[in-house]
């Protein structure tokens, strides 16, 4: 099966189990991005730049103690990746990940509370490709069939007849598959970096 295996689904599964406890935001809204560099490293205050955030506002904070709030974010540098994580996108999406893919790759996945999403693939300020999780079939950018061979979970998922759909766990285990990146209950639990985004 090309993409997630199951048990990284399930990973998923029980990592909203856990933080439902504590807050139930992060699963009603979430973006999750991952910035990874072609060549040198990218730094967690370049990309806070490129999101058009304030470095005034940048702070250490558990992110289960935020409430929500669309203008902060929460970063972490992992070796030469940035990782991004809010509770929604910027409202211009292809915009944002123009500019945070230039020389870089981003994989991006994100949902809001009335189930609008997105799954976007993006390399040097380019969608490569973008689709909808819940209809992973309809595909749209400069090349829609480039992650193809990573849907089969999101597919499956579409085509069963009987609940559970881990609609938004699947996707984040497809952007874990596609970019050896993960998070897990305990990252929201420990302090992260956080800042506001689109002050300018």
């Known amino acids: 099966m090309g993409g997630p295996t199951p048990e ?27 910035v990874r560099p072609h060549r040198a490293r990218l730094t967690v205050g370049e990309v806070l ?3 058009r955030g304030d470095p005034d506002t940048m702070t250490t904070c558990r992110p289960v103690e935020v409430g929500y709030d669309d203008e902060v974010v929460f970063l972490e540098q992992r070796d030469d990746a940035v990782i991004v994580v809010g509770y929604t996108a910027d409202s211009d999406e292809e915009d944002v990940l123009r500019r945070l893919s230039q020389d870089a790759t981003v994989h ?26 819940l209809y992973p079939q309809e595909r749209w950018g400069a090349d829609p069939d480039a992650l193809t061979d990573h849907l089969d979970a999101l597919h ?23 970019t050896g990146l993960g998070l897990d209950a305990g990252w929201f639990d420990r302090p992260q970096l956080s800042a506001k985004i689109n002050r300018s």
Request: hydrophobic fraction near 45%.
């Open 8 to 34: 990284r689904i399930e990973h998923y599964v029980r990592m909203f189990e856990q933080l439902r406890d504590v807050s139930a935001d992060f699963e009603e809204s979430m973006c999750w991005t991952v």
């Open 49 to 51: 730049g490129r999101l």
């Open 108 to 133: 991006e996945v994100f949902w809001v509370i009335n189930n609008f999403n997105r799954l976007y693939y993006a390399v040097d300020g380019v969608v490569v490709t973008g689709l909808d999780v």
């Open 156 to 178: 499956d998922l579409r085509d069963r007849e009987r609940a559970p759909f881990p609609d938004w766990e699947t996707a984040m285990a497809t952007v874990e598959s596609l």
